[in-house]
C-alpha cells in the first residue's frame, strides 16, 4: 500500500525533462511507424493496384487497394477490445510493445510479397492478411500510446505533451509523403511497379526494431503503478468501461470523429482528389501534402501548449467552428487553380492541426485510469473503422456518382457538428488529476502521481 510518506518527492526539473522526452520518444515512435506504413500505401495506391489487383478499368483497381485500405481499419476495433483491456490489465508498457513488434513484422512482409503477375490470387488475399494483421495491432497502438504520455506528462503540461503523439504521426505522414516524392520523381512507372513500390515498407521495418527496443526498456506509468501498488487493477476494464463510462465513451468518440475525418481527407485523400479531380501533378500534390505536414508539426504542439493555457474546450471548439464554416469554401477554391488549391490546403491544415494538439489529451482526460487505453483504443478505433479508413473510398463513389468535386466539403462539415456537439457537452479537463477516487480501492492513500503531476 501507498502511504504519504512513501510518496517520492518532486524531481528536479531537469530530470523531469529527460524523463518528458524519453516518455514522448516511447510513445509517439510506434505512431510513426504506423502512419508511415499507412502514409506510404496511400499514396502508392495506383501502383498497388496495377500490381496486386491488375484489371483493365483503372478506377476498379483503386476502388479494390481502398476497399483493403478501409478492410484494415475495419479489423481495428477488434484490436482495440483485444489491446484496450489488457493494457488496463498488465500496464502500457507491454502492450505498447508488442503492437509495435506485429506491425513491423507485416509491413516487412508486404514489403517481400510478390505480385499478382508471380503468384496470381494469391498476391492479392495475402495483401489484404497482412493489412488485416497490421490493423489488428494498430488497434491498440494510440490507446496505448495515448494512455503512455497522458500518464507520463506533467499535469501543467499534459497537453504540450500528449500532442506529441500527433506529431508522430505527421512525422510518419511526412516521411511519407516525402519518400513517394522522392519515388515518383526518380523513377519511371515501369521501375515504380516493378521495384520502387516496396521500399516504403522495407524502411518501415526497422524503424519498428528501433521502436520496440526503446519501449522494452521504459517503466510503466506512474498512475498504473500506483493502481498496481494498492491492488486497484480491474479484471474486467472492457465490462467497467460498457458498464460505467458509456457517456464518456460517446463524447470522446464525437472528438475523435471530428479529428479522423480531416486528418484523411487533407493529409491522405487530398493527393489523390489533385491528380484525379483537380488535374495537378503527383509531384505538386505530394508537395502539398509535405508542407501541410511540416506546418502540422510546428502547429500541433504549439496547440497543445495552449490548451494548457486557455484550456481544451476553447481550441478544439474554435476548430471545429472554423471547419464546418470554411470547409466547403475551401474545396471551393481549389478549383480556382493551383495557388487556390494551396491556400485551402494550408487552411484546412492549421484547422487540423488545431483539432489534433487538443482531442487526444482531452479524451484521455475523460477517462478514469482503471479503463482509460480501453475507452481510449475503444472510441478510437470504432470511429476509425467508421469514419477514418472509409474517406477514400467513399470521396471517390460519391463524387463519381453526384459528379461535384464540392462533395468533400459538405462531408467535412458534417463531423464538424459531431465533434461541436462533444466538446459543448464536456468539461474543462485542463489541470485536473488523472487518477480518481473511483479508481483505487478505499484503503489506497494519495497515489504517487499527485505530487509529481504538479511538476512544470
Known amino acids: 500500500m501507498t502511504t504519504p510518506e512513501e510518496t517520492p518527492r518532486d524531481p528536479a526539473p531537469a530530470t523531469d525533462v529527460v524523463a518528458l522526452r524519453r516518455s514522448v520518444a516511447a510513445g509517439a515512435v510506434g505512431v510513426f511507424v504506423h502512419w508511415f506504413d499507412w502514409a506510404a500505401y496511400a499514396y502508392l495506391a495506383g501502383t498497388v493496384a496495377t500490381v496486386f489487383f491488375p484489371a483493365e478499368d483503372s478506377t476498379t483497381g483503386l476502388l479494390a487497394v481502398f476497399g483493403v485500405f478501409a478492410v484494415s481499419f475495419g479489423i481495428r476495433p477488434v484490436g482495440a477490445l483485444v489491446f484496450g483491456p489488457l493494457g488496463d490489465r498488465i500496464g502500457r508498457k507491454r502492450t505498447l510493445s508488442l503492437v509495435i513488434f506485429m506491425m513491423s513484422g507485416a509491413t516487412l512482409t508486404i514489403g517481400l510479397l510478390p505480385g499478382y503477375d508471380t503468384i496470381g490470387i494469391a498476391a492479392p488475399v495475402l495483401l489484404v492478411v497482412l493489412r488485416l494483421v497490421?490493423?489488428?495491432?494498430a488497434g491498440g497502438e494510440f490507446g496505448s500510446a495515448a494512455s503512455f504520455l497522458a500518464e507520463s506528462a506533467p499535469r501543467r503540461r499534459r497537453g504540450?505533451?500528449?500532442s506529441w503523439?500527433?506529431?508522430?504521426?505527421l512525422l510518419g505522414f511526412l516521411a511519407g509523403s516525402f519518400v513517394f516524392l522522392l519515388l515518383s520523381t526518380g523513377l519511371d512507372d515501369t521501375q515504380l511497379t516493378a521495384w520502387g513500390w516496396r521500399i516504403p515498407f522495407l524502411v518501415a521495418a526497422p524503424l519498428g526494431i528501433i521502436g520496440f527496443v526503446i519501449r522494452n526498456k521504459i517503466e510503466d506509468t506512474p498512475e498504473y503503478r500506483a493502481l498496481e501498488a494498492g491492488g486497484a487493477v480491474p479484471s474486467s476494464p472492457a465490462r467497467e468501461l460498457f458498464r460505467s463510462h458509456r457517456r464518456e465513451l460517446l463524447q470522446a468518440a464525437g472528438l475523435m470523429a471530428a479529428m479522423h475525418v480531416p486528418f484523411y481527407a487533407v493529409l491522405t485523400y487530398l493527393v489523390t482528389y489533385e491528380t484525379?479531380?483537380?488535374g495537378h501533378s503527383a509531384d505538386s500534390a505530394a508537395l502539398l501534402s509535405t508542407v501541410i505536414s511540416l506546418l502540422g508539426l510546428v502547429l500541433v504542439p504549439l496547440f497543445g501548449a495552449l490548451s494548457d493555457r486557455v484550456g481544451r474546450k476553447p481550441v478544439f471548439v474554435g476548430a471545429t467552428v472554423a471547419l464546418l464554416v470554411l470547409s466547403t469554401p475551401a474545396f471551393w477554391l481549389m478549383r480556382t487553380g493551383l495557388a487556390g488549391t494551396w491556400v485551402a490546403g494550408l487552411l484546412l491544415g492549421v484547422i487540423l492541426a488545431a483539432i489534433l494538439g487538443t482531442y487526444a489529451v482531452w479524451s484521455?482526460?475523460?477517462f478514469p485510469t482503471r479503463t482509460r487505453q480501453s475507452g481510449l483504443s475503444v472510441a478510437y478505433n470504432?470511429?476509425?473503422?467508421l469514419f477514418a479508413g472509409t474517406v477514400?473510398?467513399?470521396m471517390t463513389v460519391l463524387i463519381s456518382a453526384t459528379g461535384s468535386t464540392l462533395v468533400p466539403g459538405p462531408y467535412l462539415m458534417v463531423f464538424a457538428v459531431g465533434g461541436l456537439v462533444a466538446a459543448l457537452s464536456l468539461k474543462e479537463t485542463a489541470g485536473s488529476a488523472l487518477l480518481r477516487p473511483e479508481d483505487v480501492t478505499e484503503d489506497l492513500a494519495e497515489p504517487t502521481t499527485e505530487p509529481s503531476a504538479e511538476r512544470v
Open 134 to 137: 497490421q490493423g489488428f495491432a
Open 160 to 162: 504540450f505533451g500528449v
Open 165 to 169: 503523439l500527433e506529431v508522430g504521426s
Open 276 to 278: 484525379d479531380h483537380l
Open 364 to 366: 484521455a482526460e475523460v
Open 382 to 385: 470504432i470511429t476509425a473503422a
Open 392 to 394: 477514400p473510398y467513399l
